[in-house]
């Protein structure tokens, strides 16, 4: 069996469709890339589903580039075993101790970056990230093993760092060593980076859907910048979509204001008035009038006066929704709204208000809509 060289927290549809694919996709290449062990850190079926395929899943990559339609079918067998964080804790902490074991992913929601009260050390597991990532990291501490470079995929900006600081915060409050502690702040290697690609589920009324239960569909477009660390870049497979940038913001500024922005002022504005998908919202000429305006109107002038690209980025980022064979649905990117609008719509405002003292009414009109939790 090839040696598993990731360690996955999450099993869901994006890191399926995003990091494993690329992963299966250098493999194609010729690539000595290791397979992915994946956890389910919440309830669910998807490690059950995962293990009942164990040849894998499909992702469909689908829409335009570069003028041309693309509608293909990408095979992923990179995953070599899904795991239940409740029912199988002692064996991932086994794993975590493995001498092949060089990476960590995960992809919490924003509200998964904060510590949780109830956490004790005897947890098996712990309920949060960081409670789950101190004693994993702990595991590997006292066998000996290398340091581990963390990839936490969650959108939100300095990712990496946040989460380090969360998992020495919890380490503080365990009273774990100091060595240990100096071990996760000194020798792991922990890399910012933003993820860019639009995931969607694959349609039911696809060929594969019958047979595959966990069939997704991806766009085209992807990006996986990674900001390069002091110490030189580290090994990762290599693939189109991973970038090696020296500076994150601009590309964080530009994805998560401009395009998740949009997308979380479209839950607010459409989703009431009974809209499902995005792409139901860009097919009605009054919603798709409203969200170009926004775009192009409140929020591009907070961000082209200090990067470049953010008018071609915007126009892009339209054909994007457009995405004719994606179903993205509205209640998908809802989840976790209040907290999203707090970094994709409410720093965009004040900018706003500051840079032209008045209130940009779209932006202002989207920020007074609450749903129930």
Not at 37 to 60: C, E, I, K, M
Not at 76 to 100: F, G, K, N, Y
Not at 292 to 316: C, H, K, M, N, S
């Amino acid at each position: 069996m090839t040696q598993e060289t990731f360690l996955q927290l999450g099993t869901g549809r994006f890191l399926r469709a995003f990091a494993d694919r690329f992963a299966q996709e250098a493999r194609d290449q010729g690539q000595e890339v290791g397979s992915i062990a994946v956890v389910q850190s919440t309830d669910g079926s998807r490690a059950n589903l995962l293990a009942a395929q164990p040849d894998g899943f499909h992702v469909l990559i689908r829409g335009f580039q570069n003028g041309e339609v693309v509608d293909r079918v990408q095979p992923v067998r990179t995953i070599s075993r899904a795991l239940q964080a409740r029912a199988d804790w002692p064996e991932i902490l086994r794993l975590v101790t493995s001498h092949s074991l060089q990476t960590i992913l995960s992809n919490a929601t924003e509200s998964g970056y904060k510590i949780d009260p109830a956490d004790r050390f005897s947890d098996s597991p712990p309920n949060s990230l960081p409670g789950k990532l101190t004693q994993l990291l702990l595991a590997r501490f006292e066998s000996g093993g290398k340091p581990l470079t963390l990839l936490p995929c969650e959108l939100i900006e300095r990712n990496a760092e946040k989460l380090r600081d969360l998992v020495l915060q919890q380490a503080a409050i365990w009273k774990l060593s100091d060595e240990f502690q100096a071990w996760i702040k000194n020798e792991c290697l922990w890399l910012c980076n933003l993820v860019d690609c639009i995931v969607t589920d694959g349609p039911t009324d696809h060929p594969l859907a019958a047979q595959d239960k966990l069939l997704a569909c991806a766009e085209p477009y992807a990006l996986w910048a990674i900001e390069k660390p002091s110490c030189g870049t580290p090994s990762l497979f290599s693939h189109p979509a991973i970038r090696w940038v020296d500076d994150l913001s601009p590309y964080y500024l530009r994805k998560v204001r401009m395009l998740n922005g949009t997308h979380s002022a479209m839950v607010a504005k459409f989703l009431p008035a009974g809209f499902q998908t995005v792409q139901q919202v860009m097919k009605d000429r009054d919603a798709s009038r409203w969200v170009r305006d926004l775009l192009f109107e409140e929020i591009v002038p907070t961000l082209a006066y200090r990067l470049e690209g953010v008018a071609q980025f915007a126009d892009d980022t339209l054909d994007r929704f457009r995405n004719p064979f994606q179903n993205h649905k509205l209640t998908d990117i809802k989840l976790n709204h209040s907290d999203k609008i707090k970094v994709r719509l409410q720093p965009t405002y004040d900018e706003y208000v500051k840079l032209f003292g008045r209130v940009p009414q779209r932006l202002h009109e989207v920020l007074q809509v609450r749903f129930e939790p």
